[in-house]
């Protein structure tokens, strides 16, 4: 099970690698939503400092949400959805395989690429940590909740917007942690609180979302 | 050939969109047996199959493997499971052989090279040619290939022979036989004759639509605004 497990992160990494491109349009997406910012508001540093955090997470959300929407829809289009099903494992285990592959192609990218962000926008030194972490724990969180609404808009016709509107209000819980540690951290408080509240949403969210994507698989495919 | 049936299905109903497309359909399969299933377009052949893969619920009725219902060892049950749906399921970006490495490794059978599997479909010479330049009769024989690539008892074929030449259907009579006398069984649905040993025969035919009006008969004037309104 472990092996067949492996198996499938392997399986999405090489896809993602021989169809090419994913990691990095999250990733030109990300910086450029967040170097629109500069321009928009001014360069002024004190500005920028202030609504760095939000920027930063709010475009890393938005990068994660234009990726969800092939997670399961190429597989369906092509019938392998039906032999993903087939395994010899529960479907909700090969929904969490996928949502792993999914955060080591976009989830992990925007993480790294985050302190260079933050750089552009100002960021006080003693926030860079928060953001990291913030964003190690929120991602993956991120890559579950919105394999939720890909499983849910899998069989729609053009579902990537029903997909942002069922996705989108759920991202809110991770986004005010998310921000709220940076902001604390630049501030110099302590981010524990909201360093343990983020690792609950993921550890929630672990259970959970495979089963519920799952379930939804199930009624598509059905 | 009077071995217990492995797969049994009793009794079998389908629901699609609030129609029912077919009752009462009872399936058994002991080793070595193939089964064909057979019936207009729309009799629900591909349903059957899918019921029976486990990737449909049915409506009624019950489908076991090993005398258990299939429900209660599906992980069982699917590795000894083959279906080869009517979409062929295969990565375009990937080539002939990876696509057959991956089926083999999430299967867990690493031994069995993906080479000779194509070879016995024909198509030894394109296992590095990525499957986005093949045409529609090579995808299917790649797509057929992944039988031979993991064991299964039990291999559901939904219109294999879609796209195949004369002797892509040759090939795939002799590699059903060969499964059949290692005492594998076989479903496949399809109008066309399969080379090789002959099977059971399962036709599909619409349940009986006078159940619909006998409800109607007591009250007639239900009965006539209903057709009017339709």
């Known amino acids: 099970m472990t092996h067949t497990f492996l198996m499938l992160i392997r399986r999405d990494l090489l896809l993602a690698h021989r169809q090419g491109g994913a990691s990095l349009l999250a990733i030109a997406f990300f910086v450029l939503v967040v170097s629109l910012f500069p321009l928009g508001v001014g360069p002024a540093p004190e500005m920028l400092e202030r609504i760095a955090a939000g920027t930063i997470w709010v475009a890393a959300l938005l990068s994660v949400l234009l990726s969800l929407d092939r997670m399961f829809q190429a597989d369906l289009e092509d019938g392998s959805l039906d032999q993903l099903a087939l395994l010899p494992i529960p479907l909700s285990l090969v929904v969490l395989a996928k ?11 925007l993480t790294l690429t985050a302190p260079l962000l933050g750089l552009l926008m100002q960021l006080s030194p003693d926030a860079y940590g928060a953001l990291l972490i913030g964003m190690l724990l929120g991602t993956p969180t991120l890559s579950l909740i919105g ?4 499983a849910l808009t899998v069989g729609v016709r053009r579902g990537g917007v029903l997909l942002t509107l069922i996705v989108t209000p759920l991202y809110i819980p991770v986004l005010i942690f998310g921000v709220s540690a940076v902001e604390a951290a630049a501030q110099g408080f302590s981010t524990t609180a909201h360093v343990l509240f983020l690792s609950a949403m993921l550890s929630g969210t672990i259970v959970i979302a495979p089963i519920a994507a799952a379930w939804s698989l199930k009624l598509a495919l059905d | 050939m009077a071995e ?5 299905g009793r009794s079998l109903a389908a629901l699609r969109g609030e129609r029912l497309i077919f009752t009462g359909i009872d ?3 002991a080793p070595g047996e193939l089964l064909k299933l057979v019936g207009r377009n729309g009799a629900g052949k591909s349903t059957l199959m899918r019921m029976i893969a486990g990737l449909v619920t049915p409506f009624a009725g019950q489908v076991t493997w090993r005398g258990n219902p299939v429900g209660d060892d599906r992980d069982g049950f699917c590795a000894e499971m083959i279906y080869a749906g009517h979409q062929d399921g295969l990565k375009t970006a990937l080539t002939a052989a990876e696509n057959l490495a991956l089926f083999g490794r999430l299967r867990g059978a690493e031994s069995r090279s993906a080479d000779h599997a194509l070879a016995a479909f024909g198509i030894g010479d394109l296992s590095d040619l990525p499957v986005r330049f093949m045409s529609a009769g090579q ?3 790649v797509s057929l290939a992944r039988l031979l690539v993991a064991p299964a008892r039990l291999w559901l074929l939904d219109e294999p022979l879609t796209a195949l030449d004369t002797g892509a259907i040759e090939q795939l009579g002799a590699v059903v036989d060969a499964h059949r006398t290692d005492g594998g069984m076989v479903i496949a649905a399809t109008h066309a004759d399969l080379p090789g040993r002959p099977g059971k025969v399962l036709e599909i035919v619409p349940p009986d639509p006078f159940d619909d009006d006998d409800a109607f008969e007591d009250e007639p004037d239900a009965s006539d605004g209903l057709e009017a309104g339709a």
């Open chain 2, 27 to 29: 399936v058994t399969l």
């Open chain 2, 4 to 8: 217990d049936p492995l797969l049994e």
């Open chain 1, 147 to 150: 394999a939720i609404g890909a």
């Open chain 1, 99 to 109: 949502a792993i592959a999914h955060w080591l192609t976009t989830g992990l990218p």
């Open chain 2, 139 to 141: 995808r299917r024989r």
